[in-house]
């Protein structure tokens, strides 16, 4: 390679209109990012297209793999994978850290309290009428105690960086939050693709993980048993997010059982094992409230377990996340995160919220069915970047859609900002690299003490010019390495 | 260890022993076919297929193509090796935190050759390196899964599924293969040149036995030592006995765990089966006709494969609560 001067890979980044995590300016390179544009500069492009294809084959045959439906068998893809972490520095995280801990702190008490007395309500604080309509809220939850108060256990959270380079949150995920198993394995596999980069940061590990996620479930046994028998509920191997309840439930080295693994007896749980029934105390549920239990929710669902519900209300068993936390993360609600966080804690929010209009009320509505060209609206209980109107980049015809749902169930959609999220440089397949859209879910625990994984999944909009992360939508994923300073 | 989980490894390895075997019987006769005389051929995949336990179906002549179509490759066909190992890795899938990484990703490796098996390919040299694959995948999967996993109770199952499933599938070629070449038994000084004795070879070679006997007889192929080796050497992992003498440990195994009757009664029969063998000699098997012997001992693995569902898998569940 003498004499020849090799371009930087970088040499064609064009900035883009919004906070770069890499640049500050044209070819002014953030002080984190440094060694990683000095590392990726020193290898020459067929080294990089070696390793993205060697980092490829790994999550092959790793089977983490999702499948692409409606065609033959056998066309099973990865998860697009990029190659060029994201990289959180020391103070970023604290606040981070500090401001998820705060979030879901108020968001437990928040939850004990609208099924038991109902304070926050009777006070005006949150209106009564958006909690009873929302259909996450569960009323078999009402007086029911649940170990140490603590609903939810699992979080991942979902921020975004704004323009002026500051972390917002954009979505609590309360219910049976995903992707953790991808943070995992995707540290796992740039050991091996850049283990000397990894040293030379300093990157906090997150291999605990799986070892706290235990530790919190066994925290939270009926009565405080000791060594509590846990089991992880999974949909079966035809759910997309089958991989990582298996890989979750190894790393625990607990059951991974489906609804038909299970019986309830006299109130209590049971597994089938080639030694007989044993009882399970603790199960870590990654089925939606409606599928657990066909007695009490839905009625053709055949993924649960009947009468676990009941066991559950006598105390006998623990589910983890609990029954009906779904109120909390419902878009509509989310608005009010701010002012549950002041009733509770007396404190100002760490993370602020993006600017969200209720379209329940008059006002806000009017002043958003005007702007529909430049908003984005979202149906109060979608995931999965279902059910939304990107204002800037929709047609008259389908904003003239939503301004009918909306005026039809004002109560179901919320509008907010069209945000412009922080962009990260990405490896593309042609080894050019360019700047994507990205997001970040770090994952939180609950139980005995709050624990924020130092990482978290970014997730990428791999598609030029989309602000759309999620898998279904063409989204892929980087690993993130939070420094230690 | 969870029910479910038991039956998907005892499935996963009963499949995967299963696509191996078909694929070493398929590349025995793909062999024999070129140096064979015509006459030999007519109906050798007729025998094939028998041997293999597939009912035949449809009336068109079998040929090499439509035979590897059925045997190997047509993933819709149940006895194909692709269809074996998309079943050996989908209940694989099913017990991703019993097995170790090494294992799945050792059976991911062989599915994505399987199910990317270049369609078209028509030549016998492709062909077998086709089933090359398949064998020498099945095999690597097995060693990681006796390397790399602990000996406990699924690592049991996958060994009852392994040898079950092997002890049926000799019995099974052994038995087809006398009922088309008939074998003087009684004859010691029987030249081997009056035999097909390249169908013989055949035969061993469908069982990796080939190399073994020799080391024990000598090349000279007679009847009466090769069906001695196949059914009842206590050594040799591809006999019979050597086969079910797996089944019964496993079992026990099993049972001790169980703390109620349930067990015994599977761990009886294969006992039961185990000690016939071990106490048989050949020539009284060869006095009472090897064919039916063969076929009661395949019975009896049927009754062993039941008879292990009812006690560790599909059990009442009253009876366990004792209610």
Partial sequence: MT??????????????????????????????????????????????????????????????????????????????????????????????????????????????????????????????????????????????????????????????RVEDGSFAVLEDNLRVPSGVSYMLTSRQVMKRVFPELLRQYKVRPIDQYGRELLSTLQSLAPGGRANPTIALLTPGVFNSAYFEHAYLARQMGIELVEGRDLLVHDNCVYMRTTAGLRRVDVIYRRIDDDFTDPLSFRRDSILGVPGLLNAYRYGNVTLANAIGTGVADDKAVYAYVPAIIRYYLDQDPILPNVETFLMSDAKQRDHVLSRLDKLVVKAVGESGGYGMLIGPHSTVDEQAEFRQRILANPRNYIAQPTLRLSAAPCLLDNVEIEPRHVDLRPYVLFGEKVTVAPGGLTRVALRKGSLVVNSSQGGGSKDTWVLND | ?????????????????????????????????????????????????????????????????????????????????????????????????????????????????????????????????FLDKVKEGAQHFMGMTDSTMTHGEGWRFIELGRYLERAQSIARLLETHLTHFEANFNAPGEEPDALPYPEWIGLLKSATAFEAYCKVHTPAVLPRLVADFLVLSDRFPHSVRFSLDRVYGALAAIAENAPSQRGQTVVRVAGRQRAMLGYSQIDELLGQGLGPALASIREECDAVHSGLHQAFIGYPVEAALGV
């Fill in chain 1, 3 to 160: 004499g020849s001067k090799r371009l930087s890979p970088f040499e064609n980044y064009s900035l883009p209109e919004c906070w770069d995590e890499m640049f500050a300016a044209q070819g002014e390179v953030r002080p984190h990012y440094a060694a990683l544009k000095e590392r990726m500069e020193a290898m020459p492009p067929e080294e990089m297209k070696r390793r993205k294809q060697a980092a490829d084959l790994s999550f092959l045959h790793q089977g983490i793999t999702f499948t692409v439906y409606g065609k033959s068998q056998g066309t099973e893809r990865i998860f697009p994978h990029d190659l060029l972490p994201r990289i959180i520095t020391a103070a970023e995280w604290a606040r981070i850290e500090a401001g998820l801990t705060q979030r879901i702190t108020a968001l437990n008490l928040f939850l004990g309290d609208i099924y038991h007395e109902q304070r926050i309500l009777n006070d005006g604080v949150v209106p009564r009428e958006l909690i009873c309509t929302c259909p996450h809220f569960r009323r078999e939850m009402r007086g029911v105690h649940v170990p140490r108060n603590a609903y939810v256990n699992v979080v991942g959270t979902d921020l975004v």
């Fill in chain 2, 1 to 129: 260890m969870l029910s479910r989980v038991a039956d998907s490894l005892y499935w996963l390895s009963r499949y995967l022993e299963r696509a191996e075997h078909t694929a070493r019987v398929a590349g025995v006769h793909l062999n024999l076919v070129p140096e064979q005389p015509a006459e030999m051929n007519l109906g050798r995949w007729a025998r094939v297929i028998q041997s293999l336990g597939i009912e035949e179906t449809g009336t068109a002549p079998l040929g090499t193509s439509n035979v590897l179509d059925m045997i190997c490759y047509n993933p819709a066909s149940r006895p194909s090796v692709v269809h074996c190992v998309m079943a050996a890795r989908f209940n694989a899938r099913q017990v991703r935190e019993e097995i170790s990484s090494e294992m799945w990703e050792q059976m991911n490796r062989l599915y994505h050759q399987v199910v990317g098996a270049d369609p078209t390919i028509n030549s016998d040299a492709d062909h077998l390196a």
